[in-house]
């Protein structure tokens, strides 16, 4: 038998062949164009605009001014996006999966505290996700007034312009459903349009004034910078300058969506378009920063100003467009952000939509719900884009920042190369931190929502993990063959009544011939559940879309078996369906016998019987001998759990017969006192005793690699409850935490559908 499992162990992972990234094609650069760059590609409608405001006005936008505020511009697209993103950060891919949780995968085993800086920049970037489509689509809808037809139906009215943008919000976020690969035919022919009129408006000046070109001196940005005659603003001009790069972490997250060939392919030209239209506008405001009449316009934005007055109506309406795209890369990044964090166990188990052919191109219907009543919110809270504006670009620079840390640990300890990652360090390190303070500015002008947000969302990520943490100190796995003996009588038992035919739990444990304790105490211990047959169910998601194939371990019984369910991720998981055919099949290969129903409303009856599925839930009881603290993060763990809904749904069995059965988080229970039976008189009184505190069987993850802080908190518990396992329980010699693994696969192609808590408890 054992040959067998192996024989399927090996032939499963022949055929499991690492994805391929998504590769080079032109309808694919047309979908990045329109998925990725759009909030990088909206950047020239305000940079330089923030820029001359704070210094001042256009009267103080001299030519040494404005070449080195170009010059700041034009090096920070070069330094972050492309050298520290494009060139360096798209390297560190899990499996051609990008986004901060995707790189902190690949380095959480060189540190314990690694989690920290992946958890704040992961918060902080979805915290971003939320407010950007606001901001832009807010900016986009003001940008109708310039235009007067439009500006005689919007007006000065706020409500018309906060009603308009809710409108919209709520068709973008409604639209994601359809996928990315959908999504980027449609928007992609607009961004390229978009970038091709960057390029052009901006040459036609810089044709007219050579001299702009000097801006590409990075010492004019370093003088413009230091020199308190030319820059009003001081070092706080940064956090104006950083808005030129706020698209660059979304890039790195959107990789999964469209593959690095596309950007690879497109960023040059889309860097081209931006740079050149960064320079007409410079150009322009040299030739005009004299000129009286403009000085008078309020609120002047040299991005349409430069434009002839024929052609701003066509460049309003195209911004508008453009703005509502923009808010895309961000809200595609977030389902990919979601999904990483997912896998890692920072966030809990979420439905999870596959639109296209392609597994990188995700929809999550949670996240997206939750992002559309955020970006709701935002818009009624600030209600005009220049209130929202200064939330906007604080809690990127944290992720920046965040991601510079685990870059610098993936450089210098998985690429070892420490020769290249301390100047990475140093470098990026130094220019974000001052992107940083600049930003800190816009605290409390509307900055602290962002901050709350991404608070929020760590919080969530805390409470997750430190709570699968504190499950961890009681989880045991057992050996099946030691309790055969009492399954082989429980089924033949005619005291006890059926259950059902097919009993039917669910587990992440991918192991041969192991299973949780707890599904072994519901089965034996917990009101006994008789059956014909008892099946351990593990569902894995492969990278092929359509994968159908299943294993099954029998341990040479026909009443026990260990299935695991392999689908592709296109796959409708309906496991009730795919559970009948696996009994038909073992009825028909003679390995169980058949359950010829006696009465049907077909002619002619099944040789397979019923099925129940059997759900369990932890559930913290008065008696849990937990910390103040722990006690509250279990607490939340759940409710939480609660909110994401059940795995009833997510594995189609809604019309199933389920039984939903409660366990204690732990066995062990907090000191009780011994009650003292008072005798009647004529019987006398018995003498009071006391209780000894009973332990309870919990378990040690025994590998270490996989360890973080919070585990970490963890070992000791874990070290001294492993004793009482391998004492009171039935095989307990062999339980430990850590299941082992059908297939050498590592911890970074854990299942993606079921987390630790829902899987492991089949709640």
Request: charged letters at 20%; hydrophobic letters at 45%.
């Given at each position: ?268 030209f889309v860097k081209a378009c931006l740079i050149i239209n960064y320079l007409g506008q410079g150009a322009w405001i040299i030739a005009n920063n004299a000129n009286t009449s403009l000085m008078g316009i309020a609120d002047l934005n040299p991005f349409y100003q430069m434009l002839p007055e024929n052609l701003r109506v066509f460049a309003v309406i195209l911004s508008a467009f453009a703005a509502i795209i923009a808010s895309q890369a961000l809200i595609t990044g977030s389902y990919s952000i979601v999904s990483e964090a997912v896998r890692l166990d920072l966030m809990p188990h979420m ?381 307990g010699d062999t339980a430990s935490f850590k299941p082992l693994k059908l297939d050498d696969e590592g911890d970074d192609e854990e299942d993606l559908y079921l987390s630790d808590d829902e899987g492991q408890k089949s709640e």
């Amino acid at each position: 038998m054992g040959a067998s499992i192996k024989g399927a162990a090996e032939n499963a992972r022949a055929r499991k062949v690492k994805r391929a990234g998504i590769p080079l094609s032109a309808g694919m650069i047309l979908v990045t164009l329109g998925v990725v760059y759009g909030d990088i590609g909206t950047s020239p409608m305000y940079t330089l605009k923030a820029i001359m405001s704070g210094n001042g006005g256009l009267a103080t936008m001299s030519t040494d001014v404005v070449l080195g505020a170009l010059s700041l511009i034009i090096w920070t697209l070069t330094l972050i996006t492309t050298v520290k993103y494009v060139l360096v950060a798209m390297k560190a891919d899990n499996h051609n999966e990008g986004g901060i949780f995707a790189l902190y995968s690949l380095v959480k085993r060189c540190g314990k505290w690694l989690i920290i800086p992946a958890m704040v920049g992961g918060a902080a970037l979805l915290a971003d996700g939320i407010l950007t489509p606001a901001v832009t689509v807010t900016t986009a809808i003001e940008g109708l007034r310039t235009v007067d037809f439009c500006y005689a139906f919007i007006g000065d009215n706020q409500n018309i312009v906060v009603a308009i943008t809710i409108a919209i919000l709520c068709m973008l976020f409604a639209m994601q459903q359809a996928g990315t690969s959908t999504i980027g035919k449609f928007f992609g022919p607009v961004m390229t349009l978009w970038f091709l009129f960057l390029g052009i408006s901006g040459l036609t000046h810089v044709v007219g004034n050579i001299g702009v070109l000097r801006a590409l001196n990075p010492l004019r940005g370093i003088a413009f910078l230091f020199d308190g005659n030319l820059n009003a603003a001081g070092l706080m001009v940064l956090g104006n300058v950083f808005l030129c790069t706020t698209g660059a972490e979304a890039l790195y997250s959107d990789m999964g969506h469209v593959g690095k060939p596309n950007i690879y392919a497109s960023w040059p030209f889309v860097k081209a378009c931006l740079i050149i239209n960064y320079l007409g506008q410079g150009a322009w405001i040299i030739a005009n920063n004299a000129n009286t009449s403009l000085m008078g316009i309020a609120d002047l934005n040299p991005f349409y100003q430069m434009l002839p007055e024929n052609l701003r109506v066509f460049a309003v309406i195209l911004s508008a467009f453009a703005a509502i795209i923009a808010s895309q890369a961000l809200i595609t990044g977030s389902y990919s952000i979601v999904s990483e964090a997912v896998r890692l166990d920072l966030m809990p188990h979420m439905h999870v939509n596959y639109p296209s052919e392609t597994k990188g191109q995700i929809y999550i219907p949670m996240i997206n719900n939750i992002m559309w009543i955020g970006c709701i919110g935002v818009v009624l809270l600030f209600r005009s884009s220049e209130h929202m504006e200064a939330a906007y670009g604080l809690a990127i620079t944290v992720t920046m920042l965040m991601t510079t840390i685990l870059l610098f640990t993936y450089l210098s300890k998985i690429r070892r190369k420490p020769v290249a990652a301390v100047p990475f360090l140093i470098i990026f390190g130094a220019i974000e931190l001052m992107f940083f303070f600049s930003s800190l500015t816009k605290f409390f002008h509307g900055g602290y929502v962002t901050v709350l947000i991404a608070a929020a969302i760590f919080i969530v990520m805390y409470v997750w993990r430190r709570g699968t943490a504190v499950e961890r100190t009681q989880t045991v796995f057992l050996p099946v063959n030691k309790y055969l003996d009492q399954l082989f009588e429980l089924c033949h038992d005619d005291e006890v009544p059926y259950l059902a035919d097919n009993l039917v739990f669910l587990t992440n444990d991918s192991s041969i011939d192991k299973l949780d304790r707890d599904i072994l105490y519901s089965i034996l211990d917990k009101q006994p559940k008789r059956a014909k047959a008892y099946y351990f169910l593990n569902v894995q998601v492969t990278d092929e879309p359509y994968t159908h194939e299943y294993i099954v371990n029998s341990f040479n019984t026909d009443f026990l078996f260990k299935v695991q369910l392999r689908l592709g991720f296109k796959v409708n998981q309906r496991v009730n369906t795919y559970l009948y055919q696996i009994v038909a099949d073992l009825v028909e290969r003679n390995q169980i016998s058949p359950q010829n129903r006696k009465y049907s409303i077909y002619r002619t009856h099944s040789a397979v019987g019923d099925f129940k599925f059997c759900l369990l839930r932890k559930v913290i009881s008065p008696e849990t001998d937990l910390s103040g603290t722990d006690h509250r993060v279990m607490s939340l763990k759940y409710m939480i759990r609660h909110i994401c809904g059940s795995p009833a749904k997510w594995y189609g069995l809604e019309g199933s017969s389920i039984l939903f059965e409660y366990v204690p988080l732990f066995s062990k229970k907090k000191s009780q006192h011994k009650l003292q039976r008072i005798e009647l008189p004529d019987e006398g009184l018995s003498s009071p005793k006391s209780l000894e505190r009973n332990a309870q069987v919990e378990a040690m993850d025994s590998d270490d690699d996989d360890e973080d802080i919070f585990s970490a908190t963890m070992r000791d518990s874990r070290e001294s409850n492993i004793v009482d396992a391998t004492q009171d329980l039935v095989g307990g010699d062999t339980a430990s935490f850590k299941p082992l693994k059908l297939d050498d696969e590592g911890d970074d192609e854990e299942d993606l559908y079921l987390s630790d808590d829902e899987g492991q408890k089949s709640e």
